[in-house]
């Protein structure tokens, strides 16, 4: 297990390398000067001048490079170009509710979708079994912005039933749970409907595997070989969706951000875009990467440990 | 009609009658188990003998009701030591399975669960039907893996399935239904999956455990060689059907029914030398399930089929030997060629 | 004697292991380890052995469905390991292989008559137009109706689709087929009626088989001379009464005893030879005989020194056994330890 670590990190320096060079040439990409682009149109010669030197965008473009990974390696992202700080510094801020609230509506959507996909599975081709595919169905095709814009006019502003009023929860911002409740359902549910519907499946796979005929005959509770026979083997493939899952919410956000107003990293960076804060960009991309890097190392280290076949050696 | 303990010499342990298993499709049922009947004595062992399509391992699993769905049991009686199985509740199921009776299957290689260790998955059994802790579990799961003559146990127990050759698989399974030591083991094609060095191993092994714990086997298998080795009775399945049911002596001695006749026939056996002669065969296969004989299910390949076999089912009856058998040949009804009836 | 069709001179076959931090070749699984032998023409010849033993490996790296690792392929005196592929696909013609599971090895997309059109098509053997003829004669031949050529794979029982798999391998009219395991999935009363059919086919059509399988009595039924082999090697070698009734190898004499036999008075009074504990694995096989792990006779000199392929003074011609002991244990002057 622990060669294996070491081997999968290894094979991360080149996936980060090659996430470097595609940040660096960000900058190179865009049609354009990039200092005119960042100094603004309306700027003189000397300032857009100025914006070049101070992006060191004179150097030869290995040195450019060299200085940038340099710069990387020492936690240096440059600074942001609208407000001076540090680049490091902007994205720290906002990447708390940004992590928060991935990992918070994964760990919902996990919850529900197992639970969901091995209730559809057990009962196979019943009511109930289309019943949860159906839901599933209807989570997976709703728009989360539009899902987020209903939650907070019924949950957060709130109808009278009976003289008692259903706006419980906050509207916007992160930090006390009623405001973190909504969003994280809004961005749960998609991922809630592919689990359920990846973990259905993969259970009616294996309970028709000789090993569970083997559990019943053996005298095991039907609920056991489910949860325990059964499941654990099944979870095997979800595991990988779940990791690309977390992955893709840490960067795709943006309009759950937006709905809810919270100051995260996805709302972030598309202020960076539209003011051509290259630095930030390139630092928040980069950040992003290396946060999916790491989350499919664990994906795999899980995903090893789940899966007892294959040789860790 | 013929109860299935007459041919028996010992006591019954158990005694299915009349068993019949289906399964529904959208269009049709298939009548996998078509009113089965025979009987497993105590401390010895029966075959159950037929090809694929037989019914013979629905039979099995219909004994410890592990059925599942689209199939059904729906109808005859499973009498395990006196008492019918099919009207028992689940929860009094459940402690029957794997502590009085238990069951090994055919593939070693699926048959264990792979994310669990082979001391977890052997431990199970006496945490369910014994109730002790789990130390004292793995100890005697050890014990077990001793008994089955795995080498190393301490460290094997530690093990999970893909770490151990077929062989060894199947051995861990035999340790796993044999640990509530049970009266009865079913075994379900135990061999078949493995190379015939390692079948000797596995079938000297059971033959040895039989003798010292003195359980009942019932040996489900699609070879006769391993009938002729291992049991006492057999009885040959045909399309859900028993259509011979004798003690195995005289099954290969003296085979009755036409179907077991040319089954044996077809075999070739590695011991005889038939020169340049060609196998007798059975001619064309068997019908599908949708499309079932009405009345004697082999009638349509026997060769001495006649109007009556095409008309009508027979029964299983009493022959003079005291074995029971399915064949109009053998009745007073026979409208044949009457040579066959007084050769056989 | 009729001329040898094939010839096999110390065939190899490793596959290799890719392990460690970069993936390299750390080790190799020696499937086939030095295998010779020669087939006649109009002769069946038969490769017996447990699971890893090397027999249908042999099979393919024959075929170059594997590439070899080594050795020669002699095949009607031209040598097909230094074929291009392309002259290697033309050869295909004449050395046709059957496998074991029919319905794998048929597009299920197919019907029979595309399966039967299309391998007619890539040898081109017989002219466009008379090719539906040639259709309903091989159906026939199998002992299928030529008015079943339209239905797909999946329409036909097991016993069916192996007709049908030896319908194409007939097709083209070859002069070698490679049976790999082809009649073990069927059930024996289907069996028997397929090994018929082989037999006959060979009589009418003088085809030569090499007949790969793990069952004995099929192998005794079917073939002139046995060839078994155990972990990548030949064990022993002879015509099929030589082997059957007079085997030399201890483990020739284990896997024959291991066989139960229809008879149960046989059964009673038989010595059963039990091997025991696995077959090694083929990545790191013993040193010396590869079989004295699980050898009853094995003395030191077994696992040090490789046995070679030899005829005894008592042994026919052509009977051959890779045995230190063979002589001593004819003779009774060599106990078994068990």
């Given amino acids: 297990m ?48 100025l914006m070049r030197e101070r992006l060191g965008l004179n150097d030869p473009i290995p040195v450019q490079y060299f200085d940038y990974v340099s710069g990387v390696l020492q936690g240096d992202l440059g600074n942001s170009v609208r407000s001076g700080r540090a680049v490091s510094d902007e994205i720290a801020i906002r990447i708390r509710p940004t992590v928060e609230l991935a990992t918070m509506s994964t760990a919902l959507s996990v919850f529900i979708g197992l639970i969901a996909g091995v209730l559809a599975a057990v009962r196979r081709n019943t009511f109930g079994d289309t019943f949860i595919m159906l839901v599933a169905l209807f989570g997976l095709s709703m728009p989360n912005f539009w899902l987020g814009i209903m939650l907070i006019q019924y949950l957060a502003i709130g109808v009278d039933i009976f003289g008692f009023n259903t706006g419980i929860f906050a509207a916007s911002g992160w930090g006390t749970w009623q405001q973190q409740v909504l969003p994280v359902i809004t961005l749960g549910v998609a991922g809630a409907a592919i689990i359920a519907r990846m973990t259905r499946s993969s259970m009616l796979e294996v309970i028709d595997q000789d090993y569970i005929r083997t559990a019943r005959a053996k005298g095991v509770k039907e609920r056991v070989v489910v949860y325990r026979h059964a499941l654990k083997n099944a979870m095997i493939p979800v595991v990988t969706v779940v990791g690309l899952q977390f992955g893709s919410l840490l960067g795709g956000a943006v309009l759950t951000e937006s709905v809810f107003a919270i100051n995260g990293l996805g709302r972030f960076m598309i202020d960076a875009i539209r003011a051509r804060d290259f630095p930030i960009m390139q630092g928040g991309v980069l950040v992003l990467a290396f946060m999916f890097v790491s989350v499919n190392i664990v994906v795999d280290i899980l995903y090893r440990f789940l899966n007892k076949r294959i040789d860790l050696n | 009609m013929v109860k299935p303990t007459d041919i028996l010499k010992e006591e019954p342990i158990l005694e299915v009658r009349n068993l019949q298993t289906s399964f529904f499709t959208e269009k049709f049922e298939v009548k996998a188990v ?54 028992k509740s689940e929860a ?23 994310v669990y260790t082979v001391g977890q998955q052997i431990s199970e059994s006496y945490r369910i039907h014994q109730n002790i802790g789990k130390k004292e579990a793995m100890l005697r799961s050890i014990d077990m893996l001793k008994l089955v003559g795995i080498p190393s146990p301490e460290q094997r127990v530690k093990q999970y399935p893909h770490e151990l050759s077929g062989g060894m698989r199947q051995r861990v399974m035999i340790a796993m239904a044999l640990a509530c030591d049970p009266e009865l083991l079913i075994a379900d094609e135990p061999t078949t999956a493995l190379d015939v060095t390692i079948q000797a191993q596995i079938l000297e092994l059971m033959k ?27 009885a040959v399945m045909y399309m859900g059907k028993v259509v011979e049911y004798a003690k195995v002596a005289d099954l290969f001695k003296n085979p009755k029914h036409p179907y077991t006749v040319g089954l044996l026939n077809s075999l070739p056996r590695h011991d005889i030398d038939l020169g340049d002669e060609e196998l007798t065969v059975i001619k064309g296969s068997v019908p599908s399930p949708d499309n079932m004989p009405k009345g004697c299910r082999f009638a349509p390949r026997c060769p001495f089929a006649s109007e009556i076999c095409v008309e009508q089912l027979p029964d299983l009856e009493q022959s003079e030997d005291g074995n029971q058998i399915r064949c109009w040949i053998y009745t007073d009804e026979w409208d044949g060629d009457p040579e066959v009836k007084v050769n056989g | 004697m009729a001329k040898e069709l094939l010839k096999v001179t110390d065939l190899k076959q490793y596959f290799p292991i890719k392990g460690g931090m970069l993936g390299r070749t750390v080790n190799n699984v020696q499937a086939v380890d030095g295998v010779t032998f020669t087939v006649h023409e109009g002769e069946t010849v038969s490769i017996v052995g447990e699971s890893g033993c090397g027999k249908s490996t042999t099979g393919r790296a024959i075929l170059r469905l594997d590439e070899p690792t080594g050795g020669q392929v002699e095949f009607d005196g031209e040598d097909l390991l230094a074929l291009n592929n392309r002259q290697m696909r033309k ?59 339209d239905r797909f794979p999946h329409e036909f029982s097991g016993g069916q689709r192996q007709r049908i798999g030896i319908a194409r391998a007939l097709s083209v009219d070859p002069k070698l087929i490679i049976a790999d395991e082809a009649v073990s999935a069927l059930d024996v009363s289907i069996q028997a009626q397929v090994i018929n059919l082989m037999k006959k086919l060979q009589r009418d059509f003088s085809l030569t088989y090499l007949f790969i399988s793990h069952d004995l009595g099929v192998v005794r039924h079917i073939s002139d001379r046995v060839i078994v082999m155990y972990l990548g090697k030949i064990v022993e070698i002879g015509d099929k009464t030589s082997i059957f009734d007079n085997p030399q190898h201890p483990y020739t004499k284990a896997l024959l005893s291991a066989i139960p036999v229809p008879d149960p008075d046989i059964e009673t009074k038989k010595e059963r030879i039990i091997l025991q504990g696995d077959v090694p694995s083929p990545i790191n096989p013993p040193a010396g005989c590869r079989f004295h792990t699980r050898c009853p006779f094995a003395t030191d000199r077994c696992k040090t020194e490789v046995p070679e392929l030899r005829t005894e003074e008592h042994m026919k011609e052509g009977h051959q056994g890779a045995c230190h002991y063979i002589k001593e244990i004819q003779a009774g002057t060599h106990e078994a330890k068990y």
Avoid: W
């Fill in chain 2, 34 to 87: 078509d009113g089965v009947n025979f009987a497993v004595p105590k401390g010895k062992t029966l075959g159950i003998v037929g090809e694929s399509g037989s019914g013979k391992s629905i039979t099995s699993l219909s004994i410890l009701r592990l059925i599942q769905n689209p199939g059904k049991i729906i109808g005859g009686e499973i009498l395990f030591k006196g008492e019918n199985l099919l009207d």
């Fill in chain 2, 92 to 114: 009094q199921m459940r402690r029957v399975r794997g502590n009085e009776i238990s069951m090994i299957f055919q593939e070693p290689m699926t048959s264990l669960n792979p």
């Fill in chain 2, 208 to 234: 040895e455990l039989q003798q010292r714990l003195g359980m009942s086997i019932v040996m489900i298998t699609h070879d006769l060689g391993v009938v002729a080795e291992t049991c006492d009775y057999v």
């Fill in chain 3, 91 to 149: 050869k295909r013609k004449d050395l046709q292989i059957i496998f074991q599971d029919p319905y794998a090895s048929i597009n299920p997309r197919q019907t029979v008559r595309q399966v039967l059109e299309e391998a007619l098509e890539i040898q081109n053997v017989v002219p466009k137009a008379e090719r539906a003829a040639k259709i309903a004669e091989l159906m026939e031949t199998v002992g299928l109706g030529a008015h079943q050529a």
């Fill in chain 1, 2 to 49: 622990f060669t294996f670590i070491i081997r999968r990190l290894v094979q991360t320096i080149p996936v980060l390398i090659g996430v470097t060079i595609l940040t660096f040439s960000m900058i190179h990409l865009v049609p354009g000067d990039p200092a005119q682009i960042m100094a603004g149109e309306s700027a003189s010669p000397q300032q857009v001048e």
